[in-house]
């Protein structure tokens, strides 16, 4: 087997359908397999995946074990010479493992390959691709110095703009493939670490191997983010013991370093708490492409559209636009997202099979489903 799609769940129940849905059709003509581990999830993730998916592998977890232990439960039943982490919100393009396990990204030196992300509304994700946090990188991050020159910008590895593929120290373990022996000769995640640090410490295990990680630019991935990961206080306390976790593991303590995380997090945890709250979106105009006979009822005022082009967007005017995902593919609403990002433009996905529409309108956001019993 090629290819072992790993899914770690957690009280993502929606978003974990519309997932394995996209991972369905980007692994045809893969010889692969879907893994999902639920971390005792208190919604009905579990059922929903044994009614609606029965054919995949299904590990229900007594507790939540955290996101290393959970992953390196499913990959040590994966049987694919290849692993891909993947996180349940996400949506990948129909494209993205066969450009992945192209064969000429894979050298006696590669380590992980990751991928280019976007948030819900289109933007890029910069965490897709960064540099080793030392507590000199660390700093210029968490106190935003990288926005001011790219002398500062080794954190988001800012030497590699979004649209270049190339080395780069540090993947998200929102979606990285490596090879499953590599996984398991550097003994996987560290479960010692809960969260948030896992993704760095794995990459930086591979780099002490003497392999390389890359940043692939030519096929994206939604990470919806916010849906999984409130960003609040906790958050914020639990990113601080993480990157602790990390220096302390592979350098040596710093009493400088525990300072400026302390202070550093601390406003951090505020700056991201007021853009969670704070942010707010009116929606003018609801726009929905669909190829489909779609007699829609449950809103006053929907403009439909059949062909993307046949839509131009007004600056002025503040739009919700809502993707048939019947009628278009994955990667052409990922690629419409990506060229179409703007202040004024949300993203949402129709489900019809399951009646509802999903998305977030920023990575900040925790995500909305809206259920349609009106639709016909």
């Avoid at 960064?130 to 968490?142: C, D, L, M, N, Q």
């Avoid at 760095?200 to 002490?208: H, Q, T």
């Amino acid at each position: 087997m090629q290819l072992s799609v790993i899914i770690l769940n957690y009280n993502v129940r929606y978003f974990l359908e519309q997932c394995v849905l996209s991972v369905q059709k980007a692994l045809e003509g893969i010889d692969g397999e879907i893994i999902v581990i639920d971390n005792a999830s208190s919604d009905d993730s579990c059922e929903m995946m044994k009614t609606k998916f029965p054919h995949i592998k299904l590990i229900e977890n007594a507790a939540n074990l955290g996101f290393p232990k959970g992953n390196n439960i499913g990959v040590a039943q994966a049987k694919g010479d290849y692993v891909c982490i993947l996180n349940p919100d996400t949506v990948v393009a129909e494209d993205t493992f066969a450009k992945i396990l192209n064969t000429e990204n894979w050298t006696l030196n590669t380590g992980i390959i990751g991928c280019k992300l976007i948030d819900g509304a289109g933007n890029f994700l910069p965490e897709s691709k960064r540099g080793v946090p030392t507590p000199w990188v660390a700093f210029t991050k968490i106190f935003g110095l990288y926005k001011i020159s790219n002398y500062f910008g080794k954190y988001y590895a800012q030497h590699l703009s979004e649209n270049e593929s190339g080395k780069v120290d540090i993947l998200v373990g929102a979606f990285m493939v490596m090879k499953r022996d590599l996984y398991l000769e550097v003994g996987g995640f560290d479960e010692n670490c809960f969260m948030y640090s896992d993704d760095i410490d794995l990459s930086y295990l591979v780099l002490k191997t003497g392999k390389s990680n890359y940043y692939f630019h030519e096929t994206s991935v939604i990470h919806y983010k916010g849906e999984s990961t409130v960003r609040d206080g906790t958050y914020m306390k639990r990113f601080r013991e993480a990157m602790q976790f990390f220096y302390k593991k592979h350098f040596k303590k710093s009493w400088f370093f525990d300072v400026m995380m302390q202070v550093g997090s601390f406003v951090f945890s505020l700056l991201k708490k007021n853009q969670q709250k704070n942010r707010t979106f009116k929606t003018d105009e609801i726009v929905f492409f669909t190829k489909e006979d779609r007699n829609i009822k449950c809103f006053s005022a929907v403009i439909l559209y059949s062909k993307f082009e046949n839509f131009k967007i007004n600056p002025n005017i503040n739009y919700e636009i809502i993707f048939d995902t019947d009628s278009f593919s994955n990667k052409e609403i990922i690629d419409y997202m990506v060229k179409n990002r703007s202040k004024n433009v949300i993203f949402k996905n129709f489900l019809s099979d399951s009646n509802y529409i999903i998305g977030s309108n920023h990575s900040n956001d925790i995500g909305e489903v809206l259920f349609l019993s009106n639709f016909e």
